[in-house]
């Protein structure tokens, strides 16, 4: 037992774990960090339930001294026990879905809604991946290749496709995955609440140098990001 725990820390820190999903950066992140939070808490509360009831019925009827434990009579019917062990678990799952499904149509209806310009304030980026890298171009046209450069609570748009195979975007700090694909454009959008520089990868296996396709976002200040882009 000992030895089993040692090995999980081991594997946890040599894993370099940093939990990024976990320390959301964006109002989007925020939403699907809460979500992670809240199936979590359910999950535990499952699990807790499970393993006190386990314990219990193991002390309860465990054999006593040289005393045979008499094998009780089947229970045939418990109309009570039947209508709790049904609605509990609908009631779990309407506490899980409603939040969830909430969240991801205000999602979709955030970018869907700036595609008929009602959210007019909102930045463009377009992104094309390709094998093995990200390539992001602005409003003025600047381009930059691994390198996403975005100013600080600015609601940012990002218009994705891809020039051969299927990749992911994802940055976890800042948002969800999203599908990049060859011949189709799709959206996303999130808005960086702080400064800072956030890991981004393909999330999907895309090829032999996949691992290779990462990206940094850095998320500045207004005017620095002002002059990053009149910068050649
Ligand atoms: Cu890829």
Not at 1 to 28: E, H, W, Y
Request: one cysteine or more; aromatic letters at 12%.
């Amino acid at each position: 037992m000992k030895k089993l725990v040692l090995f999980f820390f081991v594997i946890a820190f040599l894993s370099g774990c940093q939990m990024r999903v976990l320390n959301p950066k964006s109002d989007t992140a925020d939403t699907l960090t809460d979500l992670i939070y809240l199936s979590f808490g359910i999950m535990m509360l499952v699990l807790i339930v499970v393993f006190v009831l386990f314990v219990a019925f193991l002390r309860k009827f465990r054999e006593r001294g040289k005393a045979k434990f008499d094998i009780p009579p089947d229970e045939k019917e418990n109309k009570w026990l039947e209508i709790t062990w049904t609605l509990v678990p609908l009631l779990l799952i309407a506490i899980l879905a409603v939040p969830t499904v909430k969240a991801t149509y205000d999602l979709t209806s955030k970018v869907s809604g700036s595609a008929e310009g009602s959210q007019g304030d909102a930045m463009t980026v377009e992104v094309v991946g390709q094998q093995f890298n990200w390539k992001f171009t602005y409003e003025n046209g600047k381009e930059s290749y691994d390198e996403l450069v975005l100013p600080v609570d600015q609601e940012v748009e990002f218009r994705l496709t891809s020039n051969d195979v299927i990749h992911s975007f994802w940055v976890p700090n800042l948002s969800g995955k999203i599908d990049v694909l060859p011949g189709e454009e799709t959206r996303l959008s999130f808005e960086p609440r702080e400064e800072g520089t956030f890991q981004g990868k393909c999330a999907e296996f895309c090829g032999a140098e996949h691992t290779l396709m990462r990206f940094e976002t850095k998320v500045v200040s207004q005017e620095a990001f002002e002059s990053w882009l009149e910068k050649e």
